[in-house]
């Protein structure tokens, strides 16, 4: 049985627009397209992220040239996909046979100190971002900043208002811990951990502890998760592994709030600058996840989670639930309808 698929995280913008700068053509339609077809994906949130060389006054400029790349690769293969901003154009792009391409900014460094640059955004067609990614922001700090019990600034709540606001899904991974229950204290609508995944499983920072799952969950919020195999395991990763991980999570959110947030990294990581990869970790040293590395990878996961879930489940794990969840959101929920649906959770 085939599926359609949603991603919530794939950084592959960046390694197409490192491949493009030195001179490859299409490097999009040479990989990147056949593995999003293969893996049955109809819609994907492609992150604008901040390589390390470019944070400074640099950051606004790499974020506007990757939206750009965005808009190239969409220009390009108009006939196999389309930026969407709406929940009607998700629905028409993928009616269509389509893959659709949702932005989001991932760490929050091109928006500086302007809370005007989260309204550019917005027109740019930007409808996911957080706050911070593993560094200190203007407005949070990142899950590496361990020792500073860093909440969010000012302009950091201002920013989370002024999202909800413009109709924008603010994005809790890579967030301190800190930061996340303040975020949570603040927030007048549901939120997104976009790439994150259990730590009662995994014993890792970047992962989600139970209570920050049961908050999230209140919030009327959705954790996608992650397959980079160092977030599963300690041991060997496998897409059983991964399994578990969406099994404990929808124990605590519930059957209908989970999907997947994959961070398919490596053929990123054997592309972009090396500065950017010596930030995060030795790749030569990380295990990579047994059968579950890349999107065409998506065909094993739906044979594998049918046969733990069943049909139904497995379809709204790999793809309904992610995609209802982000349209539900860019139908414009008021921050009145968002508080009450909070209120009722918590009764």
Not at 169 to 184: C, N, P, R, T
Not at 242 to 262: I, K, N, Q, S, Y
Not at 306 to 332: P, V
Request: aromatic content about 6%; overall charge negative.
């Amino acid at each position: 049985m085939s599926y359609r698929v949603a991603d919530c995280h794939n950084d592959l913008l960046m390694a197409v627009r490192h491949l493009r700068e030195r001179g490859r053509e299409d490097p999009f339609g040479d990989f990147w397209l056949p593995q999003l077809r293969q893996g049955g994906v109809s819609l994907q949130v492609l992150p604008v992220a901040t390589e390390e060389q470019f944070v400074g006054e640099g950051a606004l400029r790499r974020c506007l040239l990757m939206i750009e790349e965005a808009r190239h690769i969409a220009d390009v293969h108009r006939d196999a996909v389309a930026l969407v901003s709406t929940r009607a154009e998700i629905a028409e792009t993928i009616a269509s046979g389509k893959i659709a391409l949702l932005l989001a900014i991932e760490g929050a460094e091109p928006l500086g100190h302007s809370l005007e640059l989260v309204n550019v955004m917005r027109r740019e067609g930007v409808r996911m971002c957080s706050l911070a990614w593993n560094r200190r922001t203007m407005m949070a700090d990142g899950i590496a900043e361990r020792d500073t019990g860093g909440r969010l600034t000012q302009l950091g709540i201002d920013a989370v208002r002024r999202m909800e606001d413009l109709g924008i899904i603010v994005d809790v991974s890579h967030l301190s811990e800190a930061g996340f229950f303040h975020l949570a204290e603040v927030a007048r609508k549901p939120f997104i951990a976009s790439h994150s995944s259990c730590r009662a499983l995994a014993d890792h920072p970047r992962n989600l502890t139970d209570e920050q799952i049961a908050v999230l969950g209140a919030a009327g919020g959705f954790l996608a998760v992650n397959a980079f195999g160092p977030f599963l395991t300690d041991e060997v990763p496998t897409l059983d592994r991964f399994l578990d991980h969406m099994e404990h999570a929808m124990g605590l959110l519930g059957p209908d709030r989970v999907g997947l947030g994959t961070d398919f990294i490596d053929d990123v990581a054997d592309v972009v600058d090396p500065v950017f990869t010596g930030l995060l970790v030795d790749w030569t040293q990380i295990p990579k996840t047994a059968g579950l590395q890349r999107p065409a990878d998506f065909a094993a996961l739906a044979e594998a989670a049918e046969k733990r879930f069943g049909r139904n489940l497995a379809r709204q794990i790999l793809g309904d639930n992610l995609t209802e969840f982000i349209c539900s959101m860019l139908d414009g929920q008021t921050a009145e309808e968002a508080t009450s649906h909070r209120q009722g959770a918590s009764t």
